[in-house]
């Protein structure tokens, strides 16, 4: 059974750093392009970044520049560090598979960022 463990989500300040992390199980991580989401209170979940299992990288136009996504396959992890966070930025972070029928999702990580 596929897992995913999201963590790195925090309070932070508008202009603030936060890496967050997603630890996968139960499937052969290199095998899949991963994505971070998000979710905002009234939203509808959105696809921040994607990576593939080369590297490849895609980010939404909102992020672009402020947000890297990259992996570890060897420790079945793939990070999203944000960097000149934004008050729209406030959110629940989940990862998930890029393509196809997505897994159960985790609990995610909360992102908020205000002063």
């Known amino acids: 059974q596929v897992q995913l463990v999201e963590s790195g989500g925090g309070l932070v300040p508008p202009g603030g750093s936060l890496r967050l992390s997603c630890v996968a199980s139960g499937m052969i991580f290199s095998q899949y392009a991963m994505g971070w989401y998000r979710q905002a209170p009234g939203k509808q979940r959105e696809l921040v970044a994607r990576i593939g299992g080369s590297g490849h990288t895609n980010y939404i136009d909102s992020v672009k520049g402020r947000f890297t996504i990259s992996r570890d396959n060897a420790k079945s992890t793939v990070y999203l560090q944000m960097n000149s966070l934004k008050p729209e930025d406030t959110a629940g972070y989940y990862c998930?598979?890029?393509?196809?029928?997505?897994?159960?999702w985790g609990q995610g990580t909360q992102v908020t960022v205000s002063s």
């Open positions: 998930n598979k890029f393509e196809g029928v997505q897994w159960s």
